[in-house]
């Protein structure tokens, strides 16, 4: 048991907590707050792209489209690296009020936007909540609750995305289709309240205040925040360039480059970039696991019904299963049986993944059911829970407490880098091949686009899957750490 562990407020006897749950009368509170966080940024998430097509035409901005979804990325990377500061030197308190703040102002400025740069500066105040919410609960996961508990609230975390993957895109256009679109950004702060009100005295008594004194005592790493805006600029001109396949938008892709690379190299643990055993491997398969998933997966409805004439309700029904998936594998892996083979379940998680990648392609072949695909996504899914909470839990071990904020804040950047990085690649290669006019995936003609600019999609994702897979084979260093 930590330090930390071992000074819990209430934890008299230690023959009794050993018996307790993430649900048990200690941890309850805490866990349906921190939890129902969750749920709620899980149901904007997946709500807000029902809801964003409406907004974009109504306030005259389709043109500034994909600004509304960058401008939340680019923030969100800067308040990861803030969050991992503030949790560090000063407890993960005040970065978590602050970003569900932030994250309820956000969607307030954005629900009643009149015009679409408000509206985008509403996105980007989200994502800058998100951004610190998110890490700020991995330091509270790492703080309030023994190692033995803290696979089972990372499968809480996993659940909690189930039910907003399925019940968020019907309801958002529900509520688009008869109140308007502003009330999915409007309806969510008023929720906000419950989480807050549930589990900030849990989080003050458990993991409040710094984990060394002197250290909260000092001020912020000037170096680290210089490097997260480096980073958000970086990616945010990436994201520019990879929109327009100009000659010209090689400039801002250069520079995005420019800004991004010292960035990650000075804000990712030392290794990183070879999968230097340990705690950079895990930082690494974060990124590798969750770009290689996420890009394909983006292709996956557009391939439905430019292909095989599904419409796009159908097409979004294909992934629906997936949800519950990933929480059966994330909750695989939060079994106690199963801890000393977590490498190994990680490893059949990353193939299962490049499995679901490599199969998905076989529907542009007629005479293969459309649903393989659901199938295929699926068995990917389970595999996904597997590995994601696996990262979450092996960085939490492989942490002092004093670090738990950044290495956390760094597993997050990866995770988000990954994604942006393989989806511009992917996007680039698409169109070139005759994907579209336009890197995403917004094509409903069916028919239209070429089969070989899919197939340019997935395999190479499947071979970064693959990749990860090598990878989970040096997440444990060669000697212990001390």
Partial sequence: MSALESREPGVLDPLAEKSEGVLSRAYRALSVGIVSVVVLIAFEATAVGTAMPVAARELDGLALYAFAFSGYFTTSLFGMVLAGQWSDRRGPLGALTTGI???????????????MWVFILGRAVQGLGGGLVIVALYVVVGRAYP?????????????GWVVPSIVGPLAAGAVTEHLGWRWVFLGIPVLVVFPLALALPRIRSRASGPVDEEAGAGSFDRRRIRLALGISLGAGLLQYAAQDLRPLSLVPGLAGAAFLVPAVLGLLPRGTYRAARGLPSVVLLRGLAAGSFVAAES??????????????TL?????????????????VQSRARVTPY???????????????????PSVLVHSVPVWTVAVAWGVGCFGMGLVISSTSVLLLQLSAPEEAGA???????????????????????FAALGGGSTAAPTATAAGSGHPAAFVVVFLPMAG?????????RRLRERTPAR
């Fill in 464 to 472: 970064v899957a693959l990749v990860g897979a090598w990878v989970t």
């Fill in 342 to 360: 977590r490498e190994r379940l990680m490893t059949l998680g990353m193939v299962l993944v490049a499995a679901a990648i490599v199969t998905a």
């Fill in 407 to 429: 290495n956390s804040a760094a597993l997050q950047i990866s995770d988000a880098l990954a994604n942006v990085v393989l989806l511009a690649a992917t996007g680039a290669a």
């Fill in 299 to 312: 292709f996956v409805p557009l391939m439905l019904v430019t292909q095989r004439g599904l419409s796009p």
């Fill in 147 to 159: 190692e033995r508990l803290r696979p089972a609230i990372m499968a809480s975390f996993a659940a």
């Fill in 101 to 115: 703040g932030a994250f309820a102002a956000g969607l307030v400025v954005a629900g009643t936007a009149q015009v």
């Fill in 315 to 331: 097409a979004g029904f294909s992934l629906a299963a997936g949800g519950g998936a990933w929480a059966l594998g994330s909750f």
